[in-house]
């Protein structure tokens, strides 16, 4: 492809809405262009790029045992009425109407209507199993469509069914599945963990979300530094405590602290370690309010107590509603004699006594406090935040704590669809049985996202090779010159011969501008081609990643682009 033919304009300047560093380069390299929010068309190096990712996902999906099909976007409101998402998938559902007034829905993911075609088609054992994917747009309206492609109203999924006879079925396709995503983000260059999406993380665990590790995923991901487990923060449970409480309870009594109201302002202050001060907060879990303690070095994982407590939302209470519990300003709170009902502590909170805590009185604390002597607690759970001071539930080692972005996810189903939609078969011996299902999910335009977030310096993109739109950019520097324009006419001709895909600038720019737009778009190799070097009979090759340069002769180019596009990664 010739630069001055290519549907591309590149940006100097940021959008000024965007704060992912994927989102910037995406736009300025020009990929990318907003229609609406979280709405973008897709220009030809965006597309190209997604293409490539998506002939990995179509390739290791075949691979996998699984065949394409490709589904209506448009679905009926009574497939969803019989499911009952309809009513349950609320307001990032797009629902729509035809011109008869009936209910339609753009589809955001594709249970209903695979297993409405499964219900159809199989009768019989024999059929079984059948694993179907497609690659198609999909719809949500996001409550914060945000970070360009990474979550957006109208983006790209691949996404696959199984259908099983039975456990032991899905359970083998499923493996599969996990070994495709493995081989799929391997191959398209990214460093990833496969993480544990469901509780009970010990024995089969068949919910997997893959990560990719980057500061700016929006998930936090808990992993053993030398163990298999990887779990999503939100799941990461925590060790029961292996310490008992002090045998011996003394005498509560109360200490003067003016003025200090944090954990660690209280123990420097009492000459104490912050292990023994216990965090009293007062929290709104919907409309009830409720206590909820921990451990002074310990933070509280508002998700995990959100689940425990099944309800909509938690938040810490108001300043008005910490006055009227406490009778005194925030800072000061304490389970001791408070209005509150409902208590749950933290796990670690069993173990601890003679501990410090506020006094429900301004400018006070107790010391020497003891649960159970001094007031109840309700239920000690799991709810706090794992730390990297923790240990590995599986195998006592360190944990490590990073950052991800969810670009797949593998679910075992089960029966939940096909048991609402009643897709059945008939067993060896003449019994109708429910099929077993899985469905895997894949974002295509957040994975390339996530992967410009892993591959990436200060001046653009750095494609890894596998995902990259052209594996080479000819950069004649002066193309007026005519030894120039002959030596890079015939390196396009040859290299697109060889297979290779190649970008030839043929602008008439300042080399400078064109180095930069260069670094922006990041193809892996850069063959910069200047007429004073080429009276010396020299042309220089640069890796992008590396920034590693090679000066050879311009018979050699060639050849050695060949060598150098075998061992990139
Ligand atoms: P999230 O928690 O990020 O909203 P999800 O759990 O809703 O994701 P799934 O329903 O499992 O996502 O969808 C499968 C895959 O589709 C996800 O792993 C993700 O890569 C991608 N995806 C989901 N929502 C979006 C979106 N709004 N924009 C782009 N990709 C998305
Ligand atoms: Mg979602």
Not at 315 to 337: I, N, Q, Y
Request: aromatic share 8%; charged share 25%; hydrophobic share 40%.
């Amino acid at each position: 492809m010739r630069y001055s033919e290519l549907f591309i304009s590149t940006l100097k300047e940021d959008p000024a809405e965007a704060e992912l560093i994927s989102h910037k380069l995406m736009v300025r390299s020009g990929m990318i262009r907003k229609l609406a929010t979280g709405i973008y068309s897709y220009l030809p190096v965006g597309l190209k790029v997604i293409k490539k990712v998506e002939n990995i996902i179509r390739e290791e999906m075949n691979a996998g045992g699984a065949q394409e099909v490709l589904l209506p976007v448009l679905s009926p409101a009574q497939l969803w009425q019989e499911s009952g998402r309809w009513a349950l998938y609320g307001e990032e559902l797009m629902r729509l109407k035809d011109r008869h007034q009936r209910d339609f829905c753009l589809g955001p993911t594709h249970e209903e209507v695979i297993t409405d075609l499964v219900r159809q088609q199989v009768r019989s054992y024999r059929q079984l199993p059948v694993n179907l994917y497609q690659i198609q747009t999909k719809f949500r309206d996001e409550i914060r469509p945000r970070f360009g492609l990474m979550r957006g109203r109208e983006f790209i999924m691949k996404d696959g069914y199984s259908f099983d006879r039975d456990e032991k079925g899905v359970e083998v396709t499923y493996q599969k599945m996990y070994q495709a995503y493995s081989r799929i983000f391997q191959r398209c260059g990214l460093r990833f963990k496969a993480v544990e999406a469901d509780t009970g993380t010990i024995g089969g665990n068949f919910s997997h979300e893959f990560m990719v590790l980057a500061s700016s995923g929006e998930e936090e991901v808990v992993s053993c530094r030398q163990c298999s487990y990887a779990v999503n923060a939100d799941k990461a449970e925590c060790r029961p405590p292996q310490t008992e409480p002090p045998a011996f309870p003394y005498a509560r009594e109360e200490a003067h602290t003016p003025g200090l109201k944090s954990v660690p302002d209280v123990a420097v202050f009492l000459n104490k370690p912050v292990t023994v001060i216990l965090k009293t907060l007062i929290i709104q879990a919907d409309n009830e309010i409720i206590l909820v303690l921990l451990r002074g070095d310990h933070e509280l994982h508002p998700e995990k107590l959100r689940k425990h407590l099944n309800c909509h939302e938690i938040a810490l209470a108001d300043e008005e509603t910490v006055r009227r519990v406490t009778k005194a300003p925030v800072g000061f709170a304490s389970p001791v004699g408070i209005d509150i009902h409902k208590v749950i502590a933290d796990l670690t909170v069993e173990t601890m006594g003679n501990f410090v805590c506020g006094a429900n009185v301004e400018d006070y604390h107790l010391t020497d406090v003891n649960w159970g002597r001094d007031f109840h607690i309700d239920q000690f759970v799991d709810i706090r935040r794992v730390s990297t001071q923790d240990t590995c539930p599986l195998c006592g080692s360190g944990l490590e704590i990073n950052r991800g972005i969810e670009v797949g996810h593998i679910f075992k189903l089960g029966t939940k669809y096909s048991k609402m939609l009643n897709a059945t078969y008939l067993d060896e011996s003449g019994q109708s049985q429910i099929i077993v299902m899985g469905c895997y999910g894949i974002g295509v335009g957040r994975t390339v996202a996530a992967a410009i977030e892993q591959n990436h310096d200060q001046n653009g993109i750095i494609w890894p090779q596998a995902i990259a739109p052209y594996q080479v950019l000819l950069l004649p520097l002066d193309v007026q010159d005519k030894n120039v324009l002959t030596l890079v006419e015939n390196l396009y001709t040859d290299l697109k011969a060889a297979g290779v895909e190649v970008l030839l600038d043929d602008r008439e720019e300042r080399p400078g501008a064109k180095f930069k737009d260069a670094d922006l778009l990041g193809i892996p190799l850069r063959v910069n081609i200047g007429a004073r070097d080429l009276a010396k009979n020299q042309v220089e090759i640069k890796i992008r990643r590396s920034g590693e340069i090679f000066k050879l002769v311009p018979d050699d180019v060639k050849n050695k682009l060949m060598e150098l596009l075998g061992n990139l990664s």
